[in-house]
């Protein structure tokens, strides 16, 4: 393939590559719901920058419509909107008591709920009755089996529908749902899991990805092993036809626990109380088990999927994601909407990376999500989608993951779809939601973000806690968000939770990414805080560094470790992954140190460059840049990686081999 199919044009930060089309804002769902306040609260905005502003400082006015627009329904109301607005500590809706899953399964019709596909199987589509039936017959199997309000129903189990029916099931009836993804290991699945101590288990035996077979009953033996707190393993025949529970201790088949026939009887529950335990990622230390409300979850989803995504009944939503990451959490919020989500299972580069976008065609996606080094490898394999697919239908992008490079944006318009609404988006697991994202009234610059999210009082801090404007900052959050944590799990105290966010600005969260909000209102990530690159005193988000490298047309992939810390220089160490069995040659080295002089600074030209075969990412698929740094600067391994955590532990071979020369 040319260099101009793998290598997006150079386009400057900030370019003007898209506008609403005529049309578009007077049917977006942000402009109904700004019409709506006008007729029944006599507020009138103007632009969206004037919504944004009241939903950031009259919260109770804010979110109590959020309620009333889209119709909460509960069985007893709320006394108030938010009691006291102090970070952490902050209560939203209290007296409330509704439930996630009624909300979830309020249309009972013969319309489609879920597509799913898979590599074991083809595209296949539940209606909403139909969902309904299953979440309905599965609770009521966990109920006679002793699950109650507050047990803890854990999941070992891919993005299949019974994922879906299991988790809807476990909320309508109170129970606290977590879960990861098979591909971890044993070891890390139980660091997770032993914190919480479910009582229930639900697994597959197995599951296929890249063409390949990954049998999984051993470690579900041995997870079962080391969870003492479990009473009942539910097993998913999903690689194989028949449960195989011979060798599992009080394990029942998938279709034992299905109780055929009756109607779901909805548990209503305070509005803080848990509906599931998210983890952090978990590369060091303990994972953070991060708790997260019925009616926190319930009100932001609404609000940012309506509001900021645009879903509307009849879209079909898909976000390639894995159930151990936050945005399955989200993807299946699309159902609060009457939306259908189209769940996958498999590796997205297989047969080839035209994979997912192939699947879109099939399912007649609308929204399409998936992640920034995603979107990376489609250019670099010349992938071109709107020519080789069906993409009539799409007509949003979603990207998240990792900041995504202005030359990326502009592959999209010119490789995928030139009138698509390309919605960069930041946010995490700890709120389980973007705070920065998208806006159907607004115009899409390359490399940023549109627009801070209705109701997230996000800014810019500069060292000593002052606002900036087109300035890097940290990215803090100044007022509370029903999502944020109610706490983490088995933090007596509140100690940890305070650690983790309130530390180093006293009542405002601190996030840990490096972000610049500009005059206009858009904003640029520019990665995490504690991986940054320090040469000098100048201050680099790795985001800039990797789009210089990743414009090389050798470099499949990158990673850039800093190893100075406490202000104190360190080496700057660029780690290549580089295609057509091309050598790390001085010619390559030079090049590449040119274009980095050239582009950034002198100051942020590598010390050493080392070829690798793979870079080091989570399940997730995230760049490992905190871990590998830690284990560079020569902290124990054990204590810097959990290998469980990672998508390719192999990678880390050469990162070990090095941090012993170091």
């Known amino acids: 393939m040319g260099s101009f199919e793998t290598t997006p044009r150079p386009i400057d930060e900030g370019a003007l590559l898209w506008e609403p089309p005529d049309g578009a804002a007077s049917s977006a769902n942000v402009t109904a719901y700004m019409r709506w306040l006008r007729e029944t609260r006599d507020l009138n905005f103007d632009t969206y920058q004037e919504l944004w502003r009241w939903s950031t400082t009259d919260l109770d ?13 509960a069985r007893s109301p709320y006394d108030a909107v938010l009691d006291g607005g102090a970070m952490p500590g902050a209560v939203w809706f209290p007296g409330a008591r509704l439930n996630y899953a009624e909300h979830a399964l309020r249309r009972r019709s013969g319309g489609v709920a879920v597509v799913s596909s898979s590599e074991l199987r083809p595209v296949a589509h539940l209606t909403h009755a139909d969902l309904y039936r299953r979440v309905a017959g599965f609770a009521e199997g966990l109920k006679r089996r002793g699950v109650r309000r507050g047990d803890r129903v854990a999941a070992y189990m891919p993005n299949i529908p019974e994922t879906l029916v299991a988790f809807l099931a476990a909320a309508s009836i109170g129970a606290v749902w977590s879960a990861c993804s098979p591909e971890f290991g044993a070891r890390s699945v139980v660091e997770r899991f032993q914190q919480i101590e479910p009582t229930v288990l639900v697994a597959v035996d197995g599951y296929r990805y890249g063409g390949r077979d990954f049998d999984r009953i051993g470690e579900v033996a041995a997870i079962q092993e080391q969870l003492t707190s479990l009473k009942v393993t539910v097993l998913v025949p999903y690689l194989h036809q028949e449960a195989r529970t011979s060798g599992l201790n009080n394990a029942a088949p998938w279709s034992d626990v299905n109780v055929a026939g009756g109607d779901a009887a909805f548990e209503p529950v305070p509005f803080d109380h848990p509906l599931w335990v998210l983890y952090s990622s978990g590369t060091t230390g303990l994972p953070k088990p991060i708790v997260q409300g019925h009616g926190g979850i319930l009100l932001e989803h609404l609000k940012y999927l309506s509001l900021h995504g645009d879903l509307k009944p009849g879209d079909r939503f898909f976000w390639f994601t894995t159930t151990g990451w936050m945005m399955w959490n989200l993807l299946i919020g699309g159902l609060l909407l009457g939306t259908t989500v189209v769940l996958f299972d ?25 992640s920034a080094p995603y979107i990376q490898a489609c250019i670099k394999a010349g992938v ?52 920065v ?22 800014e810019a801090y500069g060292p000593v806690g002052q606002p900036l404007t087109e300035e890097v900052g940290e990215l803090v959050i100044t007022k509370p968000l029903p999502s944020m944590p109610l706490r983490l799990w088995n933090d007596p105290g509140g100690r940890r939770y305070r650690e983790s966010y ?29 991986s940054t690159l320090n040469r000098g005193g100048v201050r680099m988000g790795t985001s800039d560094f990797y789009r210089v490298v990743d414009d090389v047309e050798e470099v499949l992939d990158s990673l850039v470790i800093d190893t100075g810390h406490a202000g ?31 582009e950034l600074s002198p100051r942020h030209v590598p010390n050493e460059m080392h070829a690798v075969p793979d870079i080091p990412k989570t399940i997730n698929g995230k760049k490992m840049e905190v871990p590998i740094k830690r284990i ?18 192999e990678s880390l071979q050469p990162f070990l081999d090095l941090a012993e020369q170091l």
């Open 632 to 649: 560079l600067s020569g902290e124990p391994v054990a204590a810097s990686i959990s290998k469980d955590a990672m998508s390719n532990p």
């Open 568 to 598: 104190m220089d360190g080496r700057l160490i660029l780690f290549l992954v580089l295609g057509n069995a091309r050598a790390l040659d001085d010619d390559l080295r030079e090049r590449i140190a040119a274009k980095l002089r050239r």
């Open 61 to 73: 006015a804010f979110w109590g419509s959020i309620w009333d627009y889209f119709d909460v329904r």
């Open 437 to 458: 994202g998208s806006c159907p009234l607004l115009p899409v610059h390359a490399g940023e973000i549109q627009c801070l999210c209705l109701g997230a009082s996000v």
């Open 502 to 530: 309130f530390e180093t600005y006293p009542g405002v969260w601190r996030h840990g990414d490096w972000i610049k909000v500009t005059e206009r209102g858009s904003c640029v990530i520019y990665g995490r805080s504690d």
């Open 346 to 370: 498999g590796d997205p580069g297989h047969p080839d990376m035209g994979a997912l976008w192939r699947l879109a065609e099939e399912t007649g996606v609308t929204y399409f999500g998936a």
């Open 384 to 435: 071109r989608p709107g020519e080789q697919f069906g993409l009539g239908r799409v007509r949003s992008i979603g990207s998240t993951g990792a900041p995504l490079s202005p030359e990326a944006f502009r592959w999209v318009y010119d490789r995928v779809k030139a009138d698509v609404h390309l919605g960069s988006i930041s946010g995490g697991t700890d709120l389980c939601t973007a705070f």
